[in-house]
């Protein structure tokens, strides 16, 4: 069984339009986060959620909104996509959020914007 | 915010050879984690530390959180070809938990038949 799964693996739009991507995660866990990795392969918080509350918010535009419909499930929002918000993007979650709880990672979905 | 600096960039080394790798911070951290990542793939979780001067093993790598709690280093031993890959390490600080792991460069892992 997955862990962390995340849809889609892969995601292809034009500059101005809105698209979501979901994850989900089986393991019981309380805390969720997301991640963006750039092209130089280097990874950065954007969201942390625990309980479905927003506890982390690292400068990341106002056009990304995370939402958590339930402790299970984050998903991530984008507005009007640019250029540079193309990607992977990586959710992942933790037992709870403090600095000995563990995150796994879900498999990461790729987006580019053309 | 606050950074690791993780070494080598890159390695190019000969299958069967030991590899290390570090990371150091100029902040402390209260866990440092070691990652493996895969092409196309997430990020997984190889070892975890807690304790400032603990090793810990796993199978062929083995981990050390440094005693200033600002460093950490990972060991391969006798490499084989499925130990290509990025190799993260990352750290978090608050008990709390707000904030989230701040992650090094990463280190590339090429491995030579």
């Known amino acids: 069984d997955t862990a962390v799964s995340q849809t889609p693996k892969y995601l292809v739009t034009q500059m101005g339009n809105d698209k979501s991507i979901k994850c989900e995660q089986n393991l019981g866990h309380d805390t969720m986060y997301w991640y963006k990795q750039d092209s130089k392969k280097f990874l950065k918080i954007m969201f942390s959620y625990n309980n479905k509350e927003l506890i982390i918010n690292e400068t990341v535009p106002n056009r990304f909104s995370p939402k958590s419909p339930d402790k299970a499930h984050l998903n991530l929002h984008i507005n009007s996509l640019e250029l540079g918000d193309s990607a992977v993007y990586f959710c992942a979650s933790s037992q709870g959020l403090a600095y000995f709880y563990e995150q796994y990672f879900g498999p990461g979905t790729r987006l580019t914007v053309t | 915010g606050q950074q690791l600096n993780q070494s080598p960039q890159s390695m190019f080394i000969q299958e069967g050879e030991d590899v290390s790798m570090n990371c150091t911070s100029s902040?402390?951290?209260?866990?440092w984690l070691w990652y493996k990542q895969d092409p196309g793939e997430g990020p997984v979780l190889l070892i975890a530390?807690?304790?400032?001067?603990e090793l810990t093993s796993n199978g062929r790598l083995t981990a050390q959180f440094g005693i200033t709690r600002k460093d950490s280093f990972l060991n391969i031993s006798a490499s084989i070809p499925s130990d290509v890959g990025i190799y993260f390490c990352?750290?978090?600080?608050?008990?709390?938990?707000?904030?989230?792991?701040?992650f090094g460069k990463g280190t590339h892992l090429i491995i030579q038949p």
């Open positions: 990352a750290g978090q600080v608050s008990v709390g938990g707000a904030d989230g792991l701040t």
């Open positions: 530390l807690y304790k400032a001067g």
């Open positions: 902040s402390i951290f209260n866990t």
